[in-house]
């Protein structure tokens, strides 16, 4: 053997010692997230419980402190009084008050404890989460590593150039799945977390008028009924955009027809569904990643383009699967977006695109509208394999 030269055999002798080693640490990594999500769900149950008890606590302290205070104004008027009031009604007063005194102190430090339990558990909760969001994270990239070290090792040489050369395009994979999780994130908090809050406020509200006006109750109880009905359909809306129903159930087709609708009556934009060829199921990242594509098309019609109608065909052909999305807006130029990367939804589609094992195009020009143009391979044809690769998002 050569000075520099590693026999084949040696090699994957490293590469098997290596898999397994990853493989030992990829499970402690997926015990450390199990284990933390048992945790997790522990410290939930409990807050939910402390909350209750917190209540509890404050609603009988409220109580209590009415009923010390009047102990307190009898007190008074019998020590005041001694011609009207015999010593033992003076001693009665006394103890009454003095025990409501003691049970309220001891209320009020109770609640001062399940309050601190109550912020230590919220602050464990966040750390907790942060863990298992890492542990995450890790276990992800240490499957990616075991799936290349899992191959035959001549093909994973064969391969480097080309992973090398597709670096870039994961990270932008990695760009378009975090803007996801914020976009998610920014709806959420704007949306079901506001009308939650608002909830907790109402049901508040709705405990005191129980007790104080309860001829109001009724009005009260319809809006918050009224607005717990419209963060159900907010978190409905956020479900069906991450993961249409239709598109497992049904298909691509039903699921673009579907979105279509809803896309019109949402945006008030005229819409028409073109299909041609003979329709037929597609694997599920492929249909996924396809719709996504339609999907990201169209938001930039609502969002940019002032259009007043827009065009969605789909072609099934024996080899290839052909999309239009095809507007009358104000168009725009793609060198000069695509050119200084600002048109991050046209970047996530080519990158989807990509990862399908096709091609995506855009024709557009100020004044004259948008052409959207996708044709990728169909599963058995060229491009298999890419269309398993987390197109999907």
């Known amino acids: 053997m050569r000075r520099g030269e590693v026999k084949p055999k040696l090699l994957e002798e490293i590469r098997q010692k290596l898999v397994c080693l990853i493989e030992e640490n990829q499970k402690e990594i997926i015990r450390i997230a199990e284990a933390t999500e048992e945790e997790i769900a522990i410290i939930r149950r409990e807050l939910e419980q402390l909350y209750e008890e917190v209540r509890r606590v404050i609603d009988k302290v409220d109580v209590l402190t009415v009923e010390e205070r009047r102990a307190r104004w009898r007190l008074a008027e019998v020590s005041a009084d001694f011609s009207r009031y015999s010593e033992a009604d003076i001693k009665e007063a006394y103890e009454h008050a003095q025990r409501l005194q003691v049970e309220l102190l001891n209320l009020r430090a109770k609640e001062e404890l399940l309050r601190a339990r109550r912020d230590e558990l919220e602050r464990t909760l966040k750390r907790l989460l942060a863990t298992k969001e890492r542990a995450e994270k890790l276990a992800s990239r240490v499957s990616v590593v075991l799936e290349y070290l899992r191959k035959d090792f001549q093909e994973l040489a064969d391969n480097w150039r080309e992973m090398l050369s597709r670096q870039e395009l994961a990270l932008k994979v990695l760009e378009v799945q975090e803007e996801e999780r914020r976009r998610v994130a920014r ?10 809050a608002n909830v907790v406020l ?10 104080k006006r309860p001829e ?6 319809r809006a918050l009924q009224e607005l717990v009905r419209e963060g159900l359909q907010e978190v409905r ?22 979105y279509l609708e809803d896309f019109r009556a949402a945006r008030g934009l005229e819409t028409d569904f073109v ?3 003979r329709e037929r199921r597609l694997p599920a990242t492929q249909e996924a990643a396809i719709f996504r594509i339609v999907q990201e098309a169209l938001s930039n019609v609502a969002k940019h383009a002032a259009a007043s109608r827009v065009l969605v065909k789909l072609e099934f052909g024996p080899r290839r699967l052909n999309l239009v999305v095809k507007d009358d807006g104000r168009g725009f130029v793609p060198e000069k977006v695509l050119g200084e990367r ?9 990158e989807r695109a990509e990862l399908l094992g096709g091609e995506l195009g855009v024709f557009s020009n100020p004044g004259q509208g948008t052409v959207i143009t996708l044709s990728v391979p169909l599963a058995g044809e060229e491009g298999e394999s890419g269309a398993n690769k987390g197109a999907g998002g």
Do not use: N, T
Not at 239 to 257: F, S
Not at 342 to 350: D, E, I, T, V
């Open 237 to 258: 809306k956020i479900i069906y955009d991450l993961r249409p129903m239709a598109l497992d159930d049904l298909g691509l087709v039903a699921a673009l027809r579907r």
């Open 342 to 350: 600002r048109g991050f939804g046209l970047w996530s589609m080519k």
């Open 202 to 211: 109402r049901v508040e509200y709705c405990l005191k008028l129980m007790e």
């Open 216 to 221: 109001a109750l009724g009005e009260e109880l």
């Open 275 to 277: 299909l041609l060829g």
């Open 187 to 196: 709806e959420i908090h704007d949306g079901p977390a506001q009308v939650m």
